[in-house]
């Protein structure tokens, strides 16, 4: 992988990122030093806390850093193509694009029969599981530990509790093998002037029905509260800004509202975060997969469950020119199509704060160059109403915040 990065795209504010002639052919016979551009776990004396992780951000541009994300991989016994695949080509992907975290959001087994009647874990799926990620990591030369996987509902087919003898995802998960159990996990990755958390969160069901009576992610007030700590976590301290991002398996319009009628949505808005990645409906409803979402929604109804108009721009009342005004809440919902049919991979960059993103579709052929600008962003399905209110009252746009 070649990482581009003249003088010139720096003054614009350009980062192209490029990889070169992925096949499915790879070599296998690759070094597991992590080269440049990756990132360390800073050392405390303090016992780990995986809530409370930092890693500081390696290599150069420091401005940058690169996030990929998989979603629903529904390992089978009865589909083998899907693991020897993402075996063959996830590993070596990965160690060209040197990525500080990998996001798996969720349905990482498909738990179902060959006729697709009965529902229920499978432990062979889990074991392949676990062995494809531990080969994953070694071709990747990535510790496996900046890998961040989620229980989605096929993951939780027929599990009675947490810690049933049927709850595979804690025994097999990476996030379960290092201990990272709770339903909220949160990992923060650090430059030289910026702090980047991401929030990962669990909303499955407390007992695991069956389909397709689980379809549906179920917060709970505890996780709200959870998730609003989490992403609250460094607000108090000075001296660097901070880029919020967060990630589920479930889009929100699959998201149920918690007892006192509280949503994920709610938390998202009141912190602003830039983006929630999430997978689960596999491109069923269509391929646009963005929203925008704003505090002073006033557009119709159907628009918040159907993403009709991808950006909803502010009217001209609510624009507020004065200098230094309050930026509006809001937050971008990215959802992305899965491993199991399309063979989808997305590759995430925050550049000062300015969060873009690329699918590829492995499905379609590999490609010999992939570029990913990284500012300006695309207006169509990246760019905030904050932005587009600088624009519209004239004022400089800045490459950083």
Known sequence: MEKHHSPQLREMGIVVLMVLCLSTTMPTSISEQQEGGGAEEL???????????VIEVKGGPESVIWIVQLSDLHFSVHHPERALDFKKIVGPVLKMINPSLVLITGDLTDGKSKDLLTMKQNEDEWIEYQNVMEDVARRSGLDKSIFYDLRGNHDNFGVPFIGDSFDFFSNYSINGQFGRKGNVNSVTLETGDRKHVFVGLDSTMATGLRGPTNLFGHP?????????????????????????????????????????????????????????????????????LKRHHQ????????????????????????????????????????????????????????????????????KSGTKKTIVLPTFPLDSRFMLTSSLHQMYGCQHMVPFSF
Not at 45 to 53: G, I, L, N, Y
Not at 268 to 287: D, E, I, N, P, Q
């Open 43 to 53: 050392v405390s004396s303090q016992p780990r806390k995986w809530q409370d992780r």
């Open 295 to 362: 505090s002073n929604d006033n557009f119709l109804s159907s628009h918040k469950f159907f993403q009709l108009n991808i950006h909803q721009e502010p009217s001209e009342n609510t624009k507020n020119c004065l200098f230094r005004a309050p930026p509006p809440k809001e937050f971008w919902e990215w959802e992305m199509g899965d491993w199991r049919k399309s063979r989808a991979m997305r590759i995430v960059a925050v550049d000062r704060g300015h969060v873009s993103y690329l699918d590829i579709d492995f």
């Open 220 to 288: 709970t007030d505890q996780l709200l509260t959870q998730i609003d700590s989490q992403l609250s976590q460094w607000d108090s301290q000075k001296g660097k800004s901070i880029t919020k991002i967060s990630f589920g398996h479930f889009p929100l319009s699959f998201s149920a509202f918690s007892e006192s009628q509280k949503s994920l949505r709610d938390v998202f808005l009141k912190h602003s975060v830039s983006a929630y990645l999430c997978g689960h409906l596999h491109t069923r409803f269509g391929k646009n």
